[in-house]
């Protein structure tokens, strides 16, 4: 079993930063791809940032420019680092890892999904 922990959210004012966290523990083998989506009120979720096992990255285009994506492996860890968010960046955000796990000589894929944390820009 995996368990994936987010920290970072807040409020903040428009023009601001924050910097968002997700640690994944358990019985990880390795981390393949990692990712994060938000979802706003109404509206569907939606990746923001990825990141690959080779450090690849890519954005949506509402992001370019703004938010940049790392991880640190030896951690088990990514993170979103947001500057000059406006109000339209406010969503609840999830962290997502594809985790390999390693059992019984098998190895097994999976994602799994931070608990949500909750961004609100807002003077």
């Known amino acids: 079993q995996v368990q994936l922990v987010e920290s970072g959210g807040g409020l903040v004012q428009p023009g601001g930063s924050l910097r968002l966290s997700c640690a994944a523990s358990g019985n990880i083998f390795s981390i393949n791809a990692m990712g994060w989506y938000r979802q706003a009120p109404a509206k569907q979720r939606e990746l923001v940032a990825a990141?690959?096992?080779?450090?690849?990255?890519n954005y949506a285009d509402s992001v370019k420019g703004r938010f940049t994506i790392s991880r640190d492996n030896a951690k088990n860890t990514v993170y979103l680092q947001m500057n000059s968010l406006n109000p339209e960046d406010t969503a609840v955000y999830y962290c997502n890892q594809n985790v390999t796990i390693k059992r019984l000589g098998f190895r097994f894929d999976k994602y799994y999904w931070g608990q949500g944390t909750q961004v609100t820009v807002s003077s």
């Open positions: 990141i690959t096992s080779d450090g690849s990255t």
